[in-house]
């Protein structure tokens, strides 16, 4: 049998807005700390502190300072909400802060989100109807339009093509995605964007939030 000897204390604190930026204290001289959200690990840190950007809506953190030998100390839960007012976009990788997409061309404001997964339906001898088989492989994506009024703000935006990014709607959805596709239009008042992103494999992304 072995049993896990916990070290120092480790007590979590949250603060929740768009992100949920996560601070801890622990008299622990080991900085060695991996993050959780809902169960599911995240990051890690050997710091006392973490930012989980990729989450809207209610969610529960804890962390776990790893020690010698492989015994760890998990910390308490602390539970918030993330809530988005206007769609925000940023840079996944080099994040410079969230801009915000408040204005459209669209009357009203409308977001497109669609989901499919891959199936097919098999005959079998002696089954009247088909029978049918679900594949793990899922895609999704967004649809946006934003509209801007001042040319630094359109090109703020336009310098994220190319790049991986995630859009957080004010409807609570989560996208990340290349930004690979832009259609511009100019105006008198406007310059209008209409952008796509396809849903690409991030979930199990492993934040570093290192010094």
Known sequence: ????????????QGQFA???ALSWYTASAIS????YRDGKKIGSSNSNIFTDRFALGEHSYFVINVLSGGYYTKSNV???????????????QNPSG?????????????????YTRTSSLRHFTGAALPV?????????????????????????????????????????????????????RMGDFFIVFDFTLQRIYWEDFVNDQND
């Open 1 to 12: 049998t072995v049993a896990n000897v916990p070290g120092d204390e480790v007590t979590l």
């Open 98 to 114: 969230w801009m915000e997409l408040k204005l459209t061309a669209n009357d009203p404001d409308e977001q497109i989100f669609s």
């Open 132 to 184: 049918l088989e679900l594949s793990k492989y899922e895609d999704g994506s967004g649809v946006y339009n934003v509209a801007f009024k001042e040319l630094a703000d359109a090109n703020a935006f336009e310098a994220l093509k190319g790049q991986v990014v995630i859009v957080k709607s004010r409807g609570g959805n989560v996208i990340i995605g290349a930004l690979t596709q832009l259609q511009k």
């Open 32 to 35: 060695n700390f991996l993050v």
């Open 78 to 92: 602390v539970t918030g909400v993330m809530k988005a007012c206007v769609t925000v976009i940023d840079a996944v």
């Open 18 to 20: 768009i992100d949920a």
